[in-house]
């Protein structure tokens, strides 16, 4: 496995770790969410029993508080107002959620960006190795061909002078022939 794949491997596993954080996370969330629902259902609920004094029929309970805490009415739960913060919270809840996913999606295109960008760059380094290695052959090549052709120029050299010095020889004995010197 060479160092690209390896990358490849652990950044999928980092994004696949990342996947499964935010799937807990959502999990989490709708929990919460879940949560806050029956809350707001039991409280809604709970708005007609803490109302039973608009009832003629008053009962025990209402004439004496003490007795039950449930009797003493909440403002939270009767003014609209406050009643809606929990959905307002909810709200900003749901807006952090959101901007928690596009950050999310952002890291992942900034991560997906960032792996093509290195693969182009382990290839453009890949294949300027290849290129090295390919000029460093020729390199051999040719040196090897180089000092063959110098030898074979000395070899040429060599004949051309024994050439040449055997018809110096051969003049010389010409011309002593000639002249009778010996």
Known sequence: ????????VKEDELEQHHH???????QQQQQQ?????????QQQQQIPTNLSFRNPVVSNSVKNPSLTGGSVIDASTTDPALS???????RKYNQKQISGTKRAEQNRNAQRA?????EKYVQDLESKSQELDELKTK?????????????????????IIELTQGKDMQ????MSNLFGTK
């Not at 060479?2 to 990358?7: D, E, I, K, L, S």
């Not at 499964?20 to 959502?26: A, C, L, N, R, V």
């Open 1 to 8: 496995m060479n160092y690209t794949n390896w990358q490849t």
């Open 114 to 118: 960032f792996r093509q960008r290195k």
């Open 139 to 159: 390199y051999k090549n040719l040196s090897n061909e180089n000092v063959q052709l110098k030898d074979y120029v000395m070899i040429l050299q060599r004949k």
């Open 84 to 90: 809606s913060t929990p959905s307002a919270s909810v």
């Open 20 to 26: 499964h954080q935010q799937h807990q996370h959502q």
């Open 33 to 41: 969410q879940q949560q806050q629902q029956q809350q707001q259902q």
């Open 171 to 174: 003049h010389e004995n010409s």
